[in-house]
């Protein structure tokens, strides 16, 4: 998928009303790069759009029962400190960003469309489903040599692992 194809797409998701959050009014495009940033960071880590809708929605609980959240003065004593208030607010916006990374994910799938770190990603998936495939990579290479180690992400440091995993050492 080209980046031009990949900002189509988001535009067009974020016209939905569900994303309407997404599109501020007189700059509907604001987020457009940064969602297609945070989709590729996302990958770039192992995360798909559940585990990140799951992850803002058990914060959103840990700051709601969290005591330190409740104010303890003034006005608002026994509420969430507005501090509180924000990090629920970001926490939603993250939900929002999970359906629109799925709904992302959904359309290239639909116009059979990958980016690069889907590449890692299917590769991943593919040694879960075929467990023979990935067998026959690991009995295939004797050595791994990782170049640059330290530059790794966590999808491609999962790639390395399932390949490694079949020596003792």
Known sequence: ITEIEAETIVRTLLKEKRFSKLRPSGEPDFYVGKI???????????????????FASKETERIKN????????????GMLKGTALERIEKCGRTVIFADVYEAYEAKKKEEKKMDFDD??????????????????????????????????????NMLIRAIADFFDS
């Open 119 to 156: 590449l890692i990603i299917e590769l991943l998936n593919a040694f879960r489903e075929d467990r023979t495939l990935l067998q026959l990579l690991q009995e295939k290479f004797l050595y791994i040599l990782v170049d640059e180690h330290q530059d790794t992400n966590d999808s491609q």
């Open 36 to 54: 297609l940033d945070a989709v590729k960071d996302s990958k770039k880590e192992g995360w798909a759009p559940e585990v990140v809708r799951e």
């Open 66 to 77: 969290d005591e330190s959240s409740i104010s303890s003065r003034g006005k608002t004593k």
